[in-house]
């Protein structure tokens, strides 16, 4: 396969913010390999509708990211197919609620090995490939790494790992690869629903009055990953200001 495009690894791109970045950075010219780790049906139609527009220009991989040995292949496939790797998005997340009394070592392992291992072992079998393209890296967090969320300590601290572990990386790899963060707010309501309350109560607190919008979260990964050149280390927060309203 020529090398002559730039080529991403997104992680958890079958549906949602990860299919939204997938759209988005495929139609700023990159081939993509798209990670998947259940949702083969949404993972085999995006591929498809992205091939059609430019044929061979995107590879699927299904695996579970807590397998260590599952993400250095990953990049190994990539670079593989496409001889090179420019940008490495990890949005793959895992989200549940862990109140206090009830965490147990097995809850600790769903949310870190996806949010914050798995990040950084793939960051690191991607470095080199990543240095010779003089790419970046783009992490999905969440507000929630800088303020608690009742009932989900786990996750919290998750995130806030992978914020430090943005850091630790952007200084570690420069000046060669740029590594950065999108810390989303009120993006998509929970697929098992929310009460309206509570959704009138969130907006309530979010200054800019609605929910962003996926398309809102991909153009920010662009941005860092294409335009932003003199941006490391850095986390953007698209969540319309509602950092701000404590």
């Known amino acids: 396969m020529p090398a002559s495009r730039p080529a ?3 992680t958890g791109a079958a549906r949602r913010l990860g299919a939204a970045i997938a759209r ?3 139609a700023a010219g990159y081939d993509l390999a798209l990670h998947y780790r259940h949702s083969a049906d949404e993972m085999a139609a ?14 699927t991989l299904q695996a579970e990211l807590a397998d260590y040995d599952r993400l250095p ?6 670079v593989g197919r496409f001889g090179r790797l420019d940008a490495l998005v990890n949005n793959a997340s895992a989200f549940t609620p862990t109140p206090l009394g009830t965490i147990t070592p097995a809850d600790w392992d769903a949310q870190f090995l996806i949010n914050a291992r798995a990040p950084l072992i793939l960051a690191q079998a991607a470095t080199p490939h990543l240095k010779a393209a003089r790419g970046g890296i783009v992490n999905l967090v969440d507000i929630y790494a800088e303020r608690p969320l009742r009932d989900h300590i786990v996750y919290g601290m998750s995130k806030a790992a992978l914020l430090a572990g943005t850091r630790a990386l ?3 790899l420069a000046p060669e690869v740029r590594v950065n963060a999108i ?3 009120a993006i998509l309501w929970p697929e098992e629903g929310k009460p309206d309350a509570a959704k009138a109560a969130l907006l309530a607190k979010t200054p800019l009055g609605r929910i962003g919008s996926e398309a809102e979260i991909a153009e920010a990964a662009r941005w ?4 932003a050149t003199y941006t490391t280390g850095q986390t953007i927060r698209v969540d ?3 950092l701000l309203d404590g």
């Open 46 to 59: 995006l591929a498809a509708a992205l091939d059609a527009e430019r044929p061979g220009s995107v590879i």
């Open 224 to 227: 860092l990953l294409q335009d």
């Open 240 to 242: 319309g200001g509602r």
């Open 73 to 78: 292949e990953l990049v190994a496939r990539t």
């Open 183 to 185: 810390a989303p707010g």
């Open 170 to 172: 952007a200084l570690e």
């Open 8 to 10: 991403a690894l997104v």
């Open 24 to 26: 988005r950075l495929h």
